[in-house]
């Protein structure tokens, strides 16, 4: 018998995950678990998606709070109905990181770009093709998942003299590769016109100078660890008073 979301005592199915030994769990809103020894997601053509537990048990995604299979650990970031409306924790503490992956279709065309990124030069036919990212979060005291960003994170960690210092590197790093890529992009600029009006008959020394400037962060920092994720580590390290 096929039961949709189900209502089970949180003692019950405590009782059926000890003593079954069913390690995969769903978490429902009221906080009542259901243990199987095996959790699929299940999105069948024309019907509506559902978590499978053990080949019987069906339970809509909007009634799951957290779950947990043999992928890892998984929390609700969007109260929708699809697997990517849940998000994969990376750490757990007190302080727990999570991260979803995102598609993102990069565009290949003729020509020099420049962005926040960085410097690049286009080679094809304008079309696009498919990369995988990771987009983060952070839920703090397993309160609700939070973008994890600068804004965010001092927020959450103001309690903690340690975390606020790495965050305060990481603003000063964001700053200072602001200034580089403004910087080389004005260099860059004045580079591409001299090259247009054709003084000097060769390439433009600016050309280079700003594209080493925009380069600069990104060779500074490399190896450095992420002040975000080091100002999470510090708060969870830190021993409660």
């Known amino acids: 018998m096929i039961a949709w979301g189900m209502a089970v005592s949180s003692a019950w199915a405590q009782e059926i995950g000890t003593s079954s030994g069913t390690p995969y769990y769903v978490e429902l809103h009221n906080g009542e678990r259901v243990y199987a020894s095996k959790i699929q997601y299940r999105s069948p053509v024309f019907k509506q998606n559902f978590f499978q537990l053990d080949d019987s048990l069906k339970y809509a995604p909007e009634s799951v709070k957290y779950f947990y299979n043999q992928d890892g650990f998984f929390a609700r970031l969007n109260a929708g109905r699809r697997y990517s409306d849940f998000a994969q924790r990376e750490r757990a ?47 703090k005291d397993d309160g609700p998942l939070e973008p994890m960003n600068y804004r965010n994170l001092r927020t959450a960690l103001a309690d903690n003299p340690g975390s606020l210092e790495s965050l305060q590197q990481y603003k000063r790093g964001q700053n200072i590769q602001t200034a580089a890529y403004v910087l080389g992009a004005g260099l860059i600029f004045a580079g591409l016109q001299q090259q247009f009006k054709g003084n000097g008959g060769g390439t433009s020394p600016l050309l280079f100078v700003g594209l080493g400037v925009t380069l600069l962060p990104t060779l500074i920092n490399f190896g450095k660890k992420d002040r975000l994720t080091e100002a999470i580590e510090v708060y969870n390290f830190t021993p409660s008073n």
């Open 93 to 139: 503490g007190k302080v727990s990181t999570y991260f979803v992956l995102r598609t993102e279709y990069n565009s290949m065309g003729p020509g020099f770009g420049m962005g926040m990124g960085g410097v690049g030069v286009g080679m094809g036919g304008g079309y696009g093709y498919p990369s995988q990212r990771r987009v983060y979060y952070f839920s």
